[in-house]
Nanobody, 118 residues
Framework: QVQLLESGGGLVHPGGSLRLSCAAS????????MGWFCQAPGKEREFVAG????????DYAGSVKGRFTISRDKAKNTVYLQMNSLNLEDTAVYYCAADRLGSGYNLWGQGTQVTVSS
């Protein structure tokens, strides 16, 4: 059974950087795409960034464009989210997700906390 295992969250000052990782475990893993979502306290989960697995096409929420970069390592079945110029509004639990069949994100990680605080 495939699982998504996130790491890399933590506490950072405004203007700082973090790099999140999400590794897919299991004997076999295939996916059409991977993505990152975030959920702040009292808010709904929202899309942050996505990447098509085979060709590497990327997509970003407007609020993170130019600050965050999504990438993947196909050999390691791992997707990354490089987060730069973090601000207080980026504080949230970040979830990794897989769009395995190309019809929507249907596999989720457990989430990793990112806290931006001075």
């Amino acid at each position: 059974q495939v699982q998504l295992l996130e790491s890399g969250g933590g506490l950072v000052h405004p203007g700082g950087s973090l790099r999140l990782s999400c590794a897919a475990s299991g004997r076999t893993f295939s996916t059409a795409g991977m993505g990152w979502f975030c959920q702040a306290p009292g808010k709904e989960r929202e899309f942050v960034a996505g990447i098509r697995w085979n060709f590497g096409y990327t997509d970003y929420a407007g609020s993170v464009k130019g600050r965050f970069t999504i990438s993947r390592d196909k050999a390691k079945n791992t997707v990354y989210l490089q987060m730069n110029s973090l601000n207080l509004e980026d504080t949230a639990v970040y979830y990794c997700a897989a769009d395995r069949l190309g019809s929507g994100y249907n596999l989720w990680g457990q989430g990793t906390q990112v806290t931006v605080s001075s």
